[in-house]
Nanobody, 126 residues
């Protein structure tokens, strides 16, 4: 059974940085395409960033492009989301997700992912 555990969230002021981590156990981490999603109060869950199984291919939502960086350490079984220049609109619960795959693809839709973490709160004050 694959388990994903997010950490690194918190309450910060606008303009600062945070790094989220998603530690995986069970399964073969290097075979997972992975992603970060987020859900703000009263809103639907939305795509933030995705990464291929090798970590060589990435993509981002327009709202975070240039500020967030997704990465994946297959030796440490951990995925990261480096968030810079945080804005109040980034306030949300952030979820990591994984999908076993043989391809180099990444995926944008949450229904394409098989495993999810419990989420971590990120609150950005103005």
């Amino acid at each position: 059974q694959v388990q994903l555990v997010e950490s690194g969230g918190g309450l910060v002021q606008a303009g600062v940085s945070l790094r989220l981590s998603c530690a995986a156990s069970g399964g073969t981490f290097s075979s997972y395409a992975m992603a970060w999603f987020r859900q703000a109060p009263g809103k639907e869950r939305e795509f933030v960033a995705a990464i291929s199984r090798s970590g060589s291919n990435t993509d981002y939502a327009e709202s975070v492009k240039g500020r967030f960086t997704i990465s994946k350490d297959n030796l440490k079984n951990t995925m990261y989301l480096q968030m810079n220049s945080l804005k109040p609109d980034d306030t949300a619960v952030y979820y990591c997700a994984s999908k076993p795959t043989y391809s180099s693809a990444y995926y944008y839709d949450d229904d394409q992912y098989n495993y999810w973490g419990q989420g971590v709160q990120v609150t950005v004050s103005s």
